[in-house]
């Protein structure tokens, strides 16, 4: 398969060293800009090359949408007021290539924010499969709530008035093996074969009532394989349970709170109901606040929006995703960058074409990237940047 293969390339080429992103760059590079590792920026970007090919949609530049202005309290610190060095963070800017925004903030303070190709800061950017992250949010509000009786509810309680004497409501699967890509059912966004890859889904009327006829590859649980419309499917599950729309529950009870004010939903079955599995739109600005929330444990200034346990709980490592074996959350995906000599956690959010939210507690960073790279299966940059010149540029 083309990504296992481009990720095997990778990999060789890392553990000897052949990759460097110094050939466009002229700016003579510091011992500290060097200390990043080859393995460290491996553990990141072998779960992002195949997230490359996930998301959905096609590989066509996004259209610029401007919202107007936004009123909102917005002043960049300077990076030695967070303990940044200012002139390494300003070379993450040098390798525009197909990116269209970066922020990165600190202690809760940006510090650095550009936008390239007509984007700015009123504009909306499609994040693809970071919605994902998004979805497990409103997972655990739902929990938190009562909405949802937890991880191990069975799928059937929730799905089957909408879509009796489905297959898969048969199968014992509950809301965790969604969040973990565990369903079992035959379906695999990495593998263009599998019978319920995204590209099969996206042409019929109802996406849940697709996957749920499905047929079972493994026993739930078992194996987790990267799936989009199991999300898609745990999105519906929380709309029936909620009685609320997808967009209505996520403005009400998570969006709302942060004060973002538009977030747009792809739709399926003639409109009636939006996909919690990729293609919504959001700004930067406001993807930011989704990794602050986040890295504040569910907190938003001094009111809890989702539990603190859920965040430990959805931001641990629960299984490897095939087939690369990449640690994966309850719709977080994992990695490690270096500081010095050490490995530092970060899970994040990711979308094809180059949309990250990067959360790192143990720096108290966030960091955003949107990006135009669609299918290319060559975001190799954001990571050498997020490590070289970001994670890099910390004192």
Not at 176 to 199: A, I
């Amino acid at each position: 398969m083309l990504m296992v293969t481009l990720l095997n390339m990778f990999l060789n080429a890392a553990s000897t060293g052949e990759r460097s992103m110094n050939s466009t760059n002229n700016s003579p590079i510091t011992e500290r800009h060097r200390r990043a590792t080859s393995a460290a920026t491996v553990t990141l970007f072998a779960a992002a090359l195949l997230m490359t090919a996930c998301g959905g949609g096609g590989d066509s530049p996004q259209r610029v949408e401007s919202l107007g202005t936004h009123n909102e309290q917005w002043t960049l610190a300077a990076p030695g007021e967070v303990g940044m060095d200012a002139a390494t963070l300003q070379l993450a800017l040098n390798d525009e290539s197909f990116r269209s925004s970066i922020i990165v903030q600190r202690h809760g303070k940006p510090v650095l924010e550009h936008y390239w190709k007509g984007y700015d800061k009123n504009t909306l950017h499609e994040i693809r499969s970071a919605t994902k992250s998004i979805t497990s949010l409103m997972t655990g509000i739902a929990i938190d709530k009562g909405v949802l009786k937890g991880v191990d509810q069975p799928i059937s309680e929730l799905l089957g008035a909408a879509y009796p004497g489905r297959p898969a409501l048969t199968r014992n699967i509950t809301v965790g093996h969604l969040l973990t890509m565990s369903s079992g059912l035959d379906c695999d966004d990495f593998d263009e074969s599998s019978p319920g890859h995204q590209k099969n889904m996206y042409p019929t009327r109802d996406w849940p009532d697709f996957i749920l006829n499905l047929s079972q590859r493994s026993t739930p649980g078992t194996q987790a394989r990267y799936c989009t419309g199991g999300v898609t499917t745990l999105g519906r599950a929380i709309s029936e349970a909620s009685k609320l729309s997808v967009p209505a529950f996520a403005e009400q009870h998570l969006l709302a709170p942060l004060n973002i004010t538009t977030m747009k939903w792809v739709t399926y079955d003639n409109g009636k109901h939006s996909s919690a599995g990729g293609l919504a739109s959001l700004r930067p600005r406001d993807m930011l606040k989704i990794g602050q929330l986040v890295l504040q444990k569910g907190k938003w200034e001094g009111r809890q929006i989702v539990s603190e346990e859920w965040i430990a709980e959805s931001t641990r490592s629960h299984v490897a995703l095939f087939p690369a074996r990449n640690r994966y959350g309850y719709l977080w995906w994992f990695g490690t960058v270096p500081l010095g000599n050490r490995l530092l956690q970060v899970h994040y959010a990711s979308g094809n074409g180059g949309q990250y939210i990067f959360v790192i507690p143990e720096l108290d960073m966030v960091v955003v990237f949107t990006g135009q790279n669609f299918n290319a299966n060559t975001d190799t940059s954001t990571f050498q940047i997020l490590t070289q010149y970001i994670v890099g540029a910390v004192k």
